[in-house]
């Protein structure tokens, strides 16, 4: 016969299950695949090269904070997009590791001159070219949609205004060298740059303090991604 849990077991676990941590665990397993069902689902369908299997986990930061380790939702990129006080249509969007080019194919449903995404490894750099190749045409507001291999020079910031998005910008090893290359173009020509850091933790546009500062999205806007966003976004704008 199974032993039950004694009183001092059955206490223990009602404290681990009404932590903030559990809690909110709980809560990103469940809002990240709503959200494949919601709207992803239907653009995976159309990828010649699908987002890799099981991209909803969740990790433990040393700040002890509990993060979304996946592809950033369609919707939760629309919410902060819709909100950018910047005519998009002026605007250049570059994906600092673009992946299989979901966010790249998400930016090019909005009305930007041109998007543009960064990969540095072979096999995601293919796949990603794939997508954008037979991604049908309809869907794209923005038909000017390239992916560039990272590693083959330098990284080219186009002299235009520009909303650059860092996806898992706390585990990008190379953030502090990107940033520089922004700072640079920034100082040759000062213009209008939003930056969006996914996940960024304590790091933020350190040493870019000079040049952005942090902006708060509409109420509305940061309740939804508040309470229905596995990741978290950061938003930074260029003090032009």
Known sequence: MRARPSG?????????????????????RMLAPAHMLYRDRHVEKLLFKPTAEN?????RHADAET??????????????IQDLDVTLRECAFLDFRAGNARTLLYAAMHDFERVIGYEYTEAAYDDAQLN????????MKCR????????RGDIVIPDQPLVL???????????????????????????RI??????????????????????????????????????????????V
């Not at 998005?165 to 213009?191: C, G, I, Q, T």
């Not at 996914?198 to 000079?210: H, I, L, P, R, S």
């Open 165 to 191: 998005f860092f996806p898992n910008a706390a585990k990008e090893r190379f953030l502090s060298l990107m940033l520089d290359h922004v700072s640079a173009s920034y100082r040759a020509n000062p213009r």
């Open 55 to 59: 991209p909803f986990k969740t990790l």
């Open 132 to 139: 954008v190749s037979q991604f049908p045409r309809t869907y």
């Open 8 to 28: 001092a077991a059955k206490s223990a676990i009602r404290g681990a299950l009404a932590t903030p941590g559990t809690l909110r665990r709980a809560y990103l």
């Open 144 to 151: 000017d949609v390239e992916v560039r291999r990272g590693d």
């Open 67 to 80: 993060v979304y380790d996946g592809p950033t939702p369609g919707q939760v990129f629309d919410w902060v």
């Open 194 to 239: 939003y930056v969006l850091m996914e996940n960024a933790g304590e790091t933020g546009a350190e040493g870019c303090e000079d040049i952005f500062e942090e902006i708060k999205l509409p109420v509305a806007t940061r309740l939804k991604l508040k309470l229905f966003s596995p990741v978290d976004i950061r938003v930074y704008r260029s003090l």
